[in-house]
């Protein structure tokens, strides 16, 4: 999100990781560089003796958002611009192709919790999507351990049929989580939509892949306004619908719901 919107104002992205030693320091900035670099060819990666004196002078966007005072106007400026891959030699979802095929991501194993709501408070039961079964090839858009969580992912993908990156092709892409975005492109070009809790899909689908319709669901005591940016991205154009819940929320309502926008989607 921070690449893409530097991007809508033509500003540079400087890397300034919040890392207390220098090794832990060069690392990250070296991984978050190489991860970002082909979406966006203005990235600087600060040196650790010049963090401090960049932080201090810098637009930290991410830190706004976090904080819960992010300018609604933000993100007309966002849904204006786009970002776009400038790799070659990716991997290629071949299983994926002349299909319509539906991200899904029904729950969330892990979450930072920086943006105020942990893992399991963004997570819904699968049985809330029930009726999705059997409308399209959907493809599982969830961060998962490839060891650690892979019972529940094959219990998952059983009972929905799913396509799980990595399991059948592309196995260097398994569990999704730390893997170079750029990794993903071709899945998220074959894509028809996408239904699932807010997270890193999302917003790669925003900033690279608006026109793909998503339902974004998302926990309402997080600190990004989801509502604003819905209503920036269809002023846009864009059928972006936001749906939020919390422990309050009545869950067969929900399910309506989200079924109802699922229906507009195509």
């Known amino acids: 999100m921070a690449v893409a919107m530097a991007?809508?104002?033509?500003i540079d992205v400087d890397i300034v990781p919040k890392k207390d030693n220098r090794e832990d320091y060069e690392k990250e900035s070296r991984n978050i560089f190489d991860k970002m670099f082909p979406f966006y060819s203005k990235l600087n990666m600060v040196p650790f003796e010049k963090r401090e004196t960049v932080k201090a002078k810098d637009w930290d966007v991410i830190q706004k958002l976090?904080?819960?005072n992010f300018e609604p106007e933000l993100w007309d400026r966002l849904a204006s611009s786009k970002l776009f891959l400038v790799l070659?030699?990716?991997p290629e979802y071949?299983?994926?192709?002349?299909?319509?095929?539906?991200?899904?991501?029904?729950?969330?194993?892990?979450?930072?919790?920086?943006?105020?709501?942990?893992?399991a408070?963004?997570?819904?039961?699968p049985e809330l999507f029930s009726f999705?079964?059997?409308?399209?090839?959907?493809v599982l858009g969830q961060h998962f351990h490839k060891e650690n969580d892979l019972s529940a992912v094959r219990a998952l993908a059983k009972e929905f049929d799913l396509y799980v990156p990595g399991m059948t092709e592309n196995e260097e892409v398994f569990g999704i989580r730390g893997v170079a975005h750029s990794q993903f492109f071709d899945m998220y070009k074959h894509l028809s939509a996408s239904v699932g809790i807010a997270g890193t899909h999302t917003w790669i689908m925003l900033t690279c892949f608006p026109e793909i319709p998503q339902i974004i669901l998302f926990n309402k005591k997080g600190s990004e306004d989801w509502k604003a940016i819905e209503a920036a991205y269809q002023r846009a154009g864009y059928r972006i619908f936001c749906?939020?819940?919390?422990?309050n929320t009545d869950k067969q309502e929900l399910k309506k719901e989200i079924e109802e926008k699922y229906k507009k989607l195509f």
Request: hydrophobic share 35%.
């Open 88 to 90: 070659v030699g990716l």
């Open 121 to 125: 408070q963004q997570s819904l039961d």
């Open 94 to 119: 071949r299983k994926l192709y002349y299909k319509k095929n539906v991200l899904f991501v029904p729950q969330k194993l892990k979450s930072d919790g920086e943006c105020g709501v942990t893992a």
């Open 66 to 68: 976090k904080d819960g």
């Open 132 to 138: 999705m079964k059997g409308t399209a090839n959907l």
């Open 243 to 247: 749906v939020g819940f919390d422990e």
């Open 7 to 10: 991007k809508a104002f033509g």
